[in-house]
């Protein structure tokens, strides 16, 4: 079975600074999707960063990277110039793709990140 | 775009009675839409997973005859908690995608409280 793990439950970066959360994933598949999403104070999830395994380049949304490593079913994000506004809980999402008609996402624990002024 | 609402945002309700949940998709037709729960400070669990006009799939260990789902039409859902009891209290989230195997939008969750 698929499974998503996350070590790290709480992280604390510096505003400005850079800080890296940490995901690994288990599956026998090759091609799926791999997510970062943020859940703010206010529950909404948003995501952040998707990633599809078939594609080797890390993908970049502007302040947001992964270090994607298939091989080491490895999918860790990295956010640079920290902001106050980043602070929230992260969570890793694999999605399962069942013969093309569905997905499913599974969710890692989750990490708290604080943003420290 | 890619906008999904959920009515309500919060709920309290006597143990016993039971309480629905809509989940909309406001700009876009969903063909699939998918139901969480979140318990304080933890992940989100797929309780069941929707087709328009069939009926839902649900997870292991979720109860269908207690967990109600419908998805009556391309751009709404229900979960309605049936005889709902205080381990019901929770944060319900919907999700919503446009194709069974596109990206999921997700709604911005109601909190269900049982006293």
């Known amino acids: 079975a698929q499974t998503v793990t996350q070590s790290q439950p709480e992280m604390s970066v510096q505003e400005a600074e850079t800080v890296t959360l940490s995901c690994t994933y288990d599956t026998s598949e090759s091609d799926y999707y791999l997510f970062w999403y943020k859940q703010p104070p206010s529950r909404q999830m948003i995501l952040v960063i998707r990633q599809e395994a078939y594609k080797q380049q890390n993908a970049t949304e502007n302040r947001f990277s992964v270090n994607f490593q298939k091989a080491a079913k490895s999918f860790s994000l990295k956010i640079s110039d920290s902001q106050l506004g980043d602070a929230a809980m992260y969570f890793c999402?694999?999605?399962?793709?069942?013969?093309?008609?569905?997905?499913?996402?599974?969710f890692g624990t989750g990490t708290l990140l604080a943003v420290q002024p | 775009g890619a906008v999904v609402s959920q009515h309500p945002s919060r709920v309290i309700c006597k143990s016993g009675t039971s309480v629905k949940i809509e989940c909309r998709s406001l700009d876009f037709q969903a063909t699939t839409m998918f139901w969480y729960r979140q318990f304080p400070k933890q992940s989100l669990m797929l309780m069941a997973t929707s087709n328009e006009g069939s009926k839902a799939t649900y997870e292991q260990g979720v109860e269908k005859d207690k967990f109600l789902i419908n998805h009556a039409s391309l751009t709404l859902s229900t979960l309605t908690v049936t005889s709902a009891h205080p381990e019901d209290s929770s944060f319900y989230i919907c999700s919503a995608s446009i194709l069974a195997r596109d990206e999921q939008y997700f709604g911005p969750g109601t909190r269900l409280t049982v006293t």
């Open positions: 999402a694999y999605r399962i793709t069942y013969g093309g008609a569905t997905n499913k996402l599974i």
